[in-house]
C-alpha cells in the first residue's frame, strides 16, 4: 500500500491558479487509479478528478467545467491538479486518493472505493 502527501495549496485571488501534487511512497504507484477530491467547511467531501494508470484516461466531476486538470507521473510517484480560474466556492481541503481496484467505471467519483487518502491540503480563493 502507498502513502500518499499532498502539497502545493495556499490562499489565492479569484482567477488565479494553484498546482496540487500528490507524491506517494512505495514501488507501486502505478498500480493505483489515483483521484482528487475536497471538502468545503460544513458540507460533504466531493468527487474532483481521477486519472487512470497510465494517465490516459481523465475524469472530471460537473462543476470543474474545463478549469481544471489531472495528470500523472509515474516515475516521480506523483499526481497532479492544475487548477485554473478559481472561484471562491472551490475554497476547500483537497484530498488525493488512490484505489487499486480495477473496475472504475461506475466508481470512480466514489469516496468509499479508494483505500488510501493523503492528509490533505488547503485551497483558499478570495474574491
Known amino acids: 500500500q502507498v502513502t500518499l502527501v499532498e502539497s502545493g495549496g495556499g490562499l489565492v485571488q479569484a482567477g488565479g491558479s494553484l498546482r496540487l501534487s500528490c507524491t506517494a511512497s512505495g514501488r507501486t504507484f502505478s498500480r493505483y487509479f489515483m483521484g482528487w477530491f475536497r471538502q468545503a467547511p460544513g458540507k460533504e467531501r466531493e468527487f474532483v478528478a481521477a486519472?487512470?494508470?497510465?494517465?490516459?484516461?481523465?475524469l472530471y466531476g460537473d462543476f470543474v467545467k474545463g478549469r481544471f486538470t489531472i495528470s500523472r507521473d509515474n516515475a516521480e510517484n506523483t499526481a497532479y491538479l492544475l487548477m485554473n480560474n478559481l472561484e471562491p466556492e472551490d475554497t476547500a481541503v483537497y484530498y488525493c486518493a488512490g484505489a487499486s481496484g480495477l473496475d472504475y467505471s461506475h466508481r470512480y467519483s466514489k469516496r468509499d472505493w479508494y483505500e488510501t487518502w493523503g492528509q490533505g491540503t488547503q485551497v483558499t480563493v478570495s474574491s
Open positions: 486519472v487512470n494508470w497510465s494517465g490516459s484516461i481523465t
